[in-house]
């Protein structure tokens, strides 16, 4: 099974309604497009100490454990997923972790062990994006036309997800991200796409808004930002309009017990975010298609969540925690 449900109305994932057994897991590289299913994929490079391949399709190495992960929080029978070398039987102490009736975990590790010798995974290096970040991203598939967000009666697109901190290590320089994000896209036209990306748990506050086109997708159009408090809006700096509202806890900036984070968009703020964006780019706003300002234009491509890590020196540093649900609704 999937492990998650997907409906017009909406897409949920819950830990304790699921099974993983057929967790999919592409390791730390890949080129082809995403799985109907779970996924999840480390974006980072092999050290120089280890030989492997070019890293394109970077697999996993699995066990099976049982007991509680203190880094993540996860508890039961867990299925772990260490990236490896193509060539070697080495696996890295990054990885991914499910089970059952808990949730899904993450856990990041850069730098050396006790012995000074590297880890297996650092941060990227080739392959594109900023060579400075090391990623790890859990992402759920929605088949076409399966969910339309904005199609509720009062076109508001409810996003919510319970996530934690169970893990963090962060030397002075570095910084990191807790993340939950989804992709939309239109119905007619798969090729536009926009980016929701929101840090959950961030070590520098971002307090506005930010839209922006993401090189290294496509240029797609992404729109980010942190938490407020309940009912506080994040707002663009220039802008004069909010990119979503937040309904239930703020953003962390450390450890943090598993708590409820939540978020509305309203197609209102959806429309004023690819206006501003067809303005920065000095276009025109047929950018997102025709009929862009018509909700069941609009359909969910991907929801992910994950962690990053801003990492230039390659010091010693570490983060991990898991996620217990996760639902974008219309509402």
């Not at 400075?132 to 992402?139: A, Q, R, S, T, W």
């Not at 926009?194 to 070590?203: A, D, I, L």
Request: contains cysteine.
């Amino acid at each position: 099974m999937k492990g998650y449900t997907v409906k017009k109305s909406g897409f949920t994932f819950q830990a304790n309604h699921n099974d993983f057994s057929d967790f999919d897991h592409t390791g730390w590289a890949r080129t082809k497009g995403y799985f109907d299913g779970i996924d999840v994929m480390f974006h980072g490079s092999p050290d120089e100490l280890y030989e492997t391949g070019d890293g394109r399709d970077g697999q996993c190495l699995e066990i099976v454990v049982e007991g509680t992960d203190p880094r993540t929080g996860v508890s039961g029978i867990r299925n772990i997923y260490y990236p490896k070398s193509d060539w070697e039987e080495v696996s890295g102490s990054s990885y991914a972790v499910a089970a059952a009736n808990s949730g899904i975990g993450l856990f990041l590790q850069m730098g050396k062990d006790e012995s000074n010798v590297p880890h297996f995974l650092q941060r990227k290096r080739v392959y594109g994006g900023s060579p400075d970040l090391m990623e790890v991203y859990n992402h759920f598939e929605i088949a076409p036309d399966e969910c339309l967000p904005f199609t509720g009666a009062n076109k508001i697109m409810d996003v919510r997800a319970g996530q934690q901190i169970n893990t963090l290590v962060l030397p002075k320089g570095t910084q990191f991200q807790q993340k939950m994000g989804f992709t939309l896209q239109r119905t007619d036209d798969p090729s536009i796409r926009v980016e929701y990306s929101c840090n959950t748990g961030m070590s520098t506050a971002m307090p506005h808004g930010r839209i922006w086109s993401d090189p290294n997708q496509s240029g797609h159009t992404v729109i980010s930002g942190q938490l407020g408090g309940k009912n506080v809006d994040t707002s663009m700096k220039d802008g004069g309009f909010s990119i979503w509202t937040s309904r239930a806890n703020e953003t962390v900036s450390g450890i943090a017990s598993s708590r409820p984070f939540r978020f509305e968009v309203t197609f209102a703020q959806f429309m004023d975010s690819l206006s501003y964006a067809a303005h920065r780019d000095l276009a025109e706003i047929d950018m997102f298609g025709e009929g862009w300002d018509v909700p069941e234009n609009w359909q969910l491509k991907i929801a992910k969540y994950g962690y990053e890590f801003y990492n230039p020196e390659d010091l010693n540093a570490e983060i991990g925690g898991m996620m217990r649900y996760f639902s974008i609704k219309a509402r």
